[in-house]
């Protein structure tokens, strides 16, 4: 007896070749999403239809779910750039599978990013300036793991009382620094709560580790954050 892999679709379809009652080979279509795609298939009625899927890369097929009766199914986790092949088989009640579906390709592309506005682009070429006129180097540490040395403004305020807490006083602290991933802090990464600096809230003070706690004002360029 012939052992067949279960997601190898050719192997399947190829058990039950001499079965006269083999069901027609289905159809597909394929509709990109994003890192997904939509397949649409349309087979012969009363079958149950198995999806298979790889990238033109690989040689082991990837199980893309099953469907009684035509409709879609959806794959996750795509890449984008890479190249997949969809197939798709039909198994009929008395339990023989068709021929596999032509082979379908679909490449995922990334959204291309909304073009920068003039007043963004002057924004972003004023960063620098500003850096190298004001800044000093402190420590970032992404989540309060890791860390790397960005260029920050440091905005250090008066200590200030605290409401109800009988003379308790806090300092205030502010810094300012590119809205980018490697020179500064990206917008899109920064975590309040839990990421940290290792800054020095006083001139001359020693330094130590500060939580980012608010997000004070954003725009192409900088970004101004409240340290404690």
């Given at each position: 007896?012939t ?35 939509v397949?649409?298939?349309d ?16 040689t ?33 009640a ?21 073009a920068?506005?003039p ?41 200030t ?7 308790a ?25 839990a ?28 970004m ?5």
């Amino acid at each position: 007896m012939t052992t067949v892999a279960a997601n190898d679709p050719v192997a399947l379809a190829s058990a039950g070749v001499f079965r006269t009652d083999k069901p027609a080979a289905p159809t597909v279509s394929v509709a990109a999403g994003t890192n997904s795609a939509v397949i649409t298939i349309d087979g012969e009625a009363g079958c149950t239809h198995y999806l298979y899927y790889k990238k033109t890369s690989d040689t082991a097929w990837q199980d893309g779910g099953s469907k009684t009766g035509d409709g879609t199914l959806t794959v996750t986790n795509l890449s984008n750039n890479v190249a997949y092949i969809f197939v798709a088989i039909s198994k009929n009640a008395p339990g023989i599978f068709s021929l596999p579906s032509a082979a379908v390709e679909l490449t995922l592309t990334a959204a291309a990013a909304a073009a920068e506005s003039p007043f963004d682009e002057l924004v972003k070429g004023t960063v620098d300036d500003f850096l190298m006129e004001f800044a000093e180097q402190i420590v970032y540490m992404p989540g309060g793991t890791g860390s790397r040395a960005i260029m920050a403004i440091v905005d250090r305020e008066e200590p200030t009382e605290l409401e109800g807490g009988a003379g308790a006083q806090s300092t205030l602290t502010y810094i300012t620094v590119a809205n980018d991933s490697t020179a500064g802090i990206s917008s899109s990464e920064v975590n309040l709560n839990a990421d940290k600096v290792e800054i020095s809230t006083k001139i001359g003070q020693v330094v130590r580790e500060k939580r980012i706690i608010g997000l004070i004002y954003q725009d192409a360029g900088m970004m101004k954050l409240e340290i404690r």
